[in-house]
């Protein structure tokens, strides 16, 4: 996306941060604790976590014990990140973007991201995340990828195809459906560049010639989930994605008509694959 793009949709989160918090999923376990595992966190280990939101990644860091500082320049999305992780939790919010956020070099263990590394400008973030990280320390990114899987190929492709309809210009920016083998191959591929990485698997361009050189060894860990969804419940969680805020209103009256359409060709439910993913390298 062009910067113009990315700082206008970077903000359309905290417009319905409530409705957010209630329709994104949570991050798998297995997940959490394979980033803990590569970056050796323990209890008492200090993260970054860039783009913390209404804290879904955060609640689970600080269950882990870890010590949190946790960066977001949006008041309702953070709002909500406090009132989860409640006054127990080691967690210092920042309002701020992380470009600009002033905390101590050389000093953190991780620096974990979900869902939202993206909305960072690339020629900034990458550079900064491992200004901030120890040497050896780890920079986890989490997401989600849809998965291509013989049972689920023909929901995929109907929902794939009226997504595109309603905006044809953002989907041909998306990367094609792939099976978990050519997920893992492609990152497999690219392990010595972590931007050439994680613009291959997320639909953005965030590519910087600091995230070859200040990163080495990118991992992919990855938890793969079958996704039975109702129309309701679909259009419910595509309402709280930039997506929705970039498609115009007649558009996405039309989406949610054919997303209701496939929903009763189908039986009822759209039934996809997906799977949820953690990049991660460590620091050179
Ligand atoms: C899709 S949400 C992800 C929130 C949370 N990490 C989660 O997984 O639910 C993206 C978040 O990135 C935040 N964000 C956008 N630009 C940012 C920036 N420059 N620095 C830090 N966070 C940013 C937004 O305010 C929003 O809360």
Redo the contacts with the bound molecule.
Sequence with gaps: VSDDVRRRC??V??SDAEAYDRE?PAYPAALVDALCARGGLTAGSRVVE?????G??TRALAARGLQIDA????AP?LEIARRRVGADADVSFHAA???DVDLPAGSFDAALS???FH??DPRVSWSRAADLLRHDGLLGLLGQTDLWTDDTAHALTELRAALQRAAPDIAASWQPPRTLAAVRAGIEDRRGDFAEAWSWVEPHDVRDPAAAERFRDVRLDVAPVVLRRTADELIALLRTTSFHHRVNPEAWASLEDDIAALAHRLGGEIVTADAAIAVSALRV
């Design positions: 970077a903000t989160f905290g994104r860039i783009g913390c939101g209404t879904k990644l960066v977001d320049p949006s999305m973007r992380f470009e979900a869902a939202a909305w960072l």
